[in-house]
């Protein structure tokens, strides 16, 4: 219970960043369209599926170690953290841009906008939004790097899967909030964003079933079709952010045929991995 307590006081923090950026969007949607310009859709965009990866580390770990497996959980809380550490660079090197770039509110900042005041409070948001996040990443990062510590050295967790499962629920909210503040800082003029006010929260609501699914499923014993299951719905996941919140599916075909070819080599790369692991046993 301690754990959605603390959660809810997250939702809370977020929520009230979440209402300010909207309400600022509603009155100036001009300047925020022109300021969103300026961010990195790219980086964005490989963060998202950084995290959601992630995730789907982190629900594996939390079954390998309610199935007591001490090698599983450790190489899945390593395979997370390193997730989470290449988050926090693909960040880096977007935040070392746009300082170049003099979009830091304050004295120094300049941008080519209308409205720069305006567009200067769209900076105000963003950099507050996405630094509180890379924060519960970074502290994301270190704690389940001890996990992983503790049970490759001490074995902490055998028979005792309980905070491994608080800490994939901790994992899995910074993962979520970070899919709903992508949009709030991705070029779009004022009518797409209030086109897509209702379809953000459509897929919202799907995007937390889907994370509720990843998480009940790591609880259910279906042998080595957990890890098939769990894939399959972090790949829905995937594909609702691309689409939606990313607006893949109003991109040009070259867009198309890029983001195609990564997921066809992405899956080739799930497909051997699985091959691998499914067929250990055989002799």
Known sequence: MGIWIFLATEVLLFGGMFLGYTAYRISYPQAFAEASRHTLVLFGSINTAVLLISSTFMALAVRAARQNRRALL???????????????????????REI????????????DARDPTHAEMFFCIYWLLTGVHALHVTIGVLLIGLFAFRTWFMNAFANRDTPVDLLGLYWHFVDIVWVFSLPTHLPGGPALMNAAIRTYL??????????????????????????????????????????????????????????????????????????????????
């Open 74 to 96: 450790g190489v899945f809380l390593v395979l997370t953290a390193g997730l989470g550490v290449a988050f926090l660079v693909i960040k880096g090197f977007e935040y070392a």
């Open 100 to 111: 170049s770039e003099h979009l830091v509110p304050g004295p120094g900042f300049r941008i």
């Open 202 to 283: 459509i897929n919202g609501a799907a995007l937390l079933t889907f994370l509720a699914l990843t998480i009940g499923a790591a609880y259910l014993n279906l042998g080595p079709f957990n890890t098939i299951v769990a894939m399959l719905i972090a790949t829905a996941k995937a594909m609702l952010v691309a689409l939606y919140f990313m607006h893949l599916r109003c991109a040009k075909p070259l867009t198309w045929i890029v983001a195609g070819a990564g997921v066809f080599w992405f899956g080739i790369m799930i497909a051997l991995a699985l091959t691998d692991y499914l067929t250990r046993g055989w002799r």
